[in-house]
């Protein structure tokens, strides 16, 4: 099998800002330019950010609905196979698919597995675990947890220009641009 190929080229650019309204300001106008693959950085929330960046729905509340349903399905099945079909034993003449007695398991696993699926799904929506970020290798980046807000337009972004999304990021007026390397 084999590798795939090293990454070639920059991973994106990255414009850093002082004040969190200008960072939102500064996306807003990457997004309506058609920009569409970029993340933001900040030491803290940001209201309006995530509006900005093109995030309108969140897909986790599914992953824990998909996950509660299974679990829930999961566990009465297990109860109902065993007590039915596997080892059926007749006790004080109640049926063997008698189901009020398999709620309480049915409850458990339903909320078992919806909580499983919440942090395997965050997890999974988030793109974690990893251990290393190209926005790393920016010695600035170390301010983003401090006083800096950061706005990356990544190179895989269709739009991408070296040249035109630099001279685009200027226009936004940032602190500083920085090439944010592989």
Same mark, same amino acid.
């Given at each position: 099998?084999?590798?795939?190929?090293?990454?070639?080229?920059?991973?994106?650019?990255?414009?850093?800002?002082?004040?969190?309204?200008?960072?939102?300001?500064?996306?807003?106008?990457?997004?309506?330019?058609?920009?569409?693959?970029?993340?933001?950085?900040?030491?803290?929330?940001?209201?309006?950010?995530?509006?900005?960046?093109?995030?309108?729905?969140?897909?986790?509340?599914?992953?824990?609905?998909?996950?509660?349903?299974?679990?829930? =399905?999961?566990?009465?099945?297990?109860?109902?196979?065993?007590?039915?079909?596997?080892? %059926?034993?007749? &006790?004080?003449?109640? /049926? +063997?698919?008698?189901?009020?007695?398999?709620?309480?398991?049915?409850?458990?696993?339903?909320?078992?597995?919806?909580?499983?699926?919440?942090?395997?799904?965050?997890?999974?929506?988030?793109?974690?675990?990893?251990?290393?970020?190209?926005?790393?290798?920016?010695?600035?980046?170390?301010?983003?947890?401090?006083?800096?807000?950061?706005?990356?337009?990544?190179?895989?972004?269709? =739009?991408?220009?070296?040249?035109?999304?630099?001279?685009?990021?200027?226009?936004?007026? %940032?602190?500083? &641009?920085?090439?944010? /390397? +592989?």
């Amino acid at each position: 099998m084999k590798a795939a190929p090293a990454p070639t080229g920059p991973y994106g650019l990255m414009a850093e800002f002082d004040r969190p309204d200008d960072l939102v300001e500064a996306t807003r106008r990457a997004y309506e330019h058609g920009y569409r693959m970029m993340e933001a950085y900040t030491p803290f929330p940001v209201d309006g950010l995530a509006e900005a960046l093109g995030f309108r729905h969140n897909r986790i509340g599914a992953v824990v609905l998909i996950g509660g349903v299974a679990g829930g =399905l999961g566990g009465f099945f297990m109860q109902w196979f065993s007590a039915v079909i596997h080892y %059926p034993v007749d &006790i004080g003449g109640r /049926p +063997f698919n008698s189901w009020p007695a398999f709620i309480p398991i049915t409850f458990e696993m339903t909320v078992l597995f919806a909580a499983l699926a919440a942090v395997v799904g965050m997890l999974g929506l988030n793109g974690l675990p990893r251990p290393h970020h190209p926005v790393f290798n920016v010695p600035r980046f170390a301010l983003a947890s401090r006083n800096r807000f950061f706005l990356c337009l990544q190179a895989r972004d269709p =739009l991408f220009d070296a040249e035109g999304t630099f001279r685009f990021l200027e226009e936004s007026q %940032p602190k500083a &641009i920085s090439v944010v /390397p +592989f």
